[in-house]
């Protein structure tokens, strides 16, 4: 069996995911213009980076000035790229779209134009305010239906509804209702709509750390990363499954996209995997859930984490700090998972002469890895995020330099540029859809009413809680992207939780995670659906396949909420942080075995539940718990190692016979 793993190329890597991009990711299904509209979004989409960047160096304009400028941009290209439907054709420009674009940039700069007149109103909406500020809803909610998806613009929609018509709504949900007037002027001129807090993070630290990541992807990391990847884990047992699993962990800190971090990796990694013996639907599963764990894994996370942060009014380190003990646990699981399916299945790695040379790889672009080394050192020292995305940004460019395969060209560096603007047309758009949403919920109360209901079916108990606001997250998280996903469930879903005393970090990174999970929980598995279309498997089987392999990022959120000191929250001792790793590390690899139901050798059903008990204890870092997870953990071990002995004692005497 030969691997042709040497001759990875990445142009065609690139165009293979694209094509799969285009049918699972709607952000992908833009118009591929040419002649002079090509070029002129291309300029557009620099002139955005170009912006972006400048303001990260030589300070942000104050905050709706910032914002208004950043959405015209966004809401210009999104009109002017994306076609009102699938149908449209994709090659030619719309007249409409063209006037929509227009149209949409000058209700934005309205905003720039006339923001010390609106500052002076103190509030109160002119007619031109309100006309505009009704122009600007309709067309953020059109421009994240073709962007973004029909099911956040009817979320948005229906809560505008709700503003509307709350003394009609009986119970606890209902409320004084408001009028258009005071609707609109809410969402179009002040920081609590529209122009809110997402749309905030996103025109400051989102866009620097997505252009970071267009960055270091044109200076070639992402082959650097397959490469690596499988030098380490190609020869192992599974070997490319473990490829993937590491691969996909690499590119998860340039990717902020569960699908396009699916397709960018797997249209390499799961032919590789079919290719010894896995299964098409487990290799799709495998893909689909190593990329899914790449928005969790610190240093830099998806851009998710920088909204968190600043819905806690915290530095970002500290979110990837936090972070850091449980995405280990869940790529911990991930690994064993696909490690102890080779071995049942008796699979072999990749011949080592067929790999990647280590000393070349190393030489052609370990140097590539050292701006994320610099992003982690500046974080660590407290720059801030926009500070650390930008001279990341410059030390790429710098150390692309040192070699002639990474050097920059003139094209390159114009490609990178235009790629960052495109990657944060969807995030922008979502973000100013998503002040819609937090809009309703400032100015009706909503939140507040929706976690009273949350613990009112719970019956005042944390766990039917966390239980509850699960199911929500999961729900609410299907078919959005992290960013969206991740603002709604900040406000709808993490009161609830925060109401019973959990720290605020541990409330939010719960409902983080299943909202990430829901890319490849059935039956809106994004993430699991694009595998399967590059593995040629049932969709459905490989959705359930990745939540078999993720399966420990479903019972991990609960542990830390159980335990914040898993978060690393407040100065816990250090002999106790090492014990609570080491345990949490075991009980891990002790739900992965029994999950694939293999060790050493085929478990029983006993030892399964043995297992399964084993992991949750393990995972609670109380001394009596990890005293019997350890002692249930041992019993298994000696169990398989007594009866594998015993077997081949019998095999070896009827040989005999």
């Not at 190593?290 to 240093?299: K, L, R, V």
């Not at 593995?535 to 993720?550: C, F, L, W, Y």
């Not at 478990?603 to 001394?623: N, Q, T, W, Y």
């Amino acid at each position: 069996m030969s691997f042709d793993t040497k001759s990875f190329n990445a142009t065609e890597n690139e165009a293979a995911a694209e094509k799969m991009l285009e049918k699972f990711d709607k952000e992908s299904t833009f118009r591929k213009l040419a002649g002079k509209w090509n070029i002129f979004i291309s300029l557009l989409c620099v002139a955005f980076s170009v912006f972006q960047t400048y303001t990260a160096a030589f300070g942000v304009f104050p905050a709706q000035i910032q914002r208004s400028i950043h959405l015209a941009f966004a809401l210009s290209l999104g009109f002017l790229l994306y076609p009102v439907t699938s149908k449209k054709s994709r090659s030619k420009m719309d007249p409409i779209d063209v006037i929509l674009a227009l149209i949409s940039a000058a209700a934005c700069l309205y905003i720039t134009v006339y923001y010390h007149d609106i500052m002076m109103q103190g509030g109160m909406a002119t007619i031109h305010d309100v006309v505009l500020g009704s122009v600007l809803v309709l067309l953020v909610l059109e421009a994240t239906r073709r962007v973004v998806g029909a099911p956040m613009t009817v979320v948005a929609v229906l809560f505008l509804i709700y503003a509307k018509v709350g003394p009609y709504i009986p119970g606890f949900m209902g409320h004084r209702g408001f009028s258009v007037e005071r609707i609109i002027s809410h969402m179009y001129i002040s920081t609590e709509g529209i122009f809110g807090l997402p749309l905030g993070v996103s025109a400051t630290f989102v866009f620097m750390f997505v252009l970071f990541g267009a960055f270091l992807q044109k200076s070639g990391l992402g082959k650097f990363f397959i490469d690596l990847s499988l030098i380490l884990a190609g020869h192992r047992v599974g070997g490319p499954a473990k490829v993937s699993v590491f691969g996909s962990c690499l590119f998860g800190t340039i990717s902020g996209s569960s699908v396009a971090n699916t397709v960018t990796t797997g249209v390499f990694t799961i032919p590789l995997m079919k290719k010894i013996g896995y299964p098409a639907a487990f290799a799709g599963g495998v893909e689909a859930a190593a990329s899914t764990g790449g928005q969790i894994m610190p240093p830099i996370m998806g851009a998710a984490a920088f909204i968190m942060a600043q819905f806690l009014g915290i530095a970002y380190v500290k979110i990837a700090v936090a972070a850091t003990l449980p995405a280990i646990l869940y790529y911990t699981g991930v690994w064993v998972m696909v490690h102890m399916e080779g071995k049942r299945l008796g699979l072999k790695g990749i011949p080592r002469e067929d790999l990647p040379d280590l000393k070349q790889t190393l030489a052609e672009g370990a140097h590539l890895f050292l701006p994320i080394v610099i992003i982690v050192y500046l974080l660590l020292k407290g720059y801030t995020p926009m500070t650390s995305a930008l001279i990341s940004i410059i030390s790429t460019v710098a150390v692309a330099m040192l070699r002639k395969n990474t050097r920059f060209t003139r094209k390159t560096l114009f490609d990178a540029l235009e790629t960052g603007a495109r990657s944060m047309i969807g995030v922008a758009i979502a973000c100013g859809c998503a002040g819609i949403i937090i809009g309703v919920v400032t100015l009706s109360g909503m939140g507040l009413k929706i976690a009273n209901g949350i613990i009112y079916l719970a019956h005042g108990m944390l766990l039917p809680t966390l239980l509850l606001t699960m199911c929500a997250s999961m729900i609410l998280g299907m078919g959005l992207p992290t960013t969206a996903k991740y603002i709604i469930l900040a406000t709808m879903a993490a009161p609830a939780i925060q109401q019973f005393g959990v720290p605020d970090i541990a409330a939010h990174l719960f409902i983080l995670y299943f909202g990430i999970m829901a890319d490849i929980t059935p039956p809106v598995a994004l993430a699991a659906f694009a595998a399967s279309g590059i593995a040629g498997s049932h969709p459905m089987k490989t959705g359930v396949n990745a939540v078999k392999i993720a399966l420990a990022g479903f019972i991990v959120p609960y542990a830390f909420v159980y335990n914040p000191e898993l978060l690393f929250i407040g100065d816990p001792p250090k002999l106790l942080v090492c014990r609570f790793v080491i345990t949490a590390i075991l009980g891990t690899f002790s739900l992965a075995c029994a999950a694939s139901g293999y060790w050493k050798r085929d478990l029983k059903l006993v030892e399964r539940v043995m297992l399964f008990a084993s992991s949750f204890c393990l995972i609670d870092p109380k001394g009596f718990t990890d005293a019997a997870g350890l002692g249930l953990l041992i019993a298994v071990y000696l169990s398989q190692k007594f009866f594998s002995n015993d077997r081949a004692r019998i095999d070896i005497e009827k040989e005999g016979a």
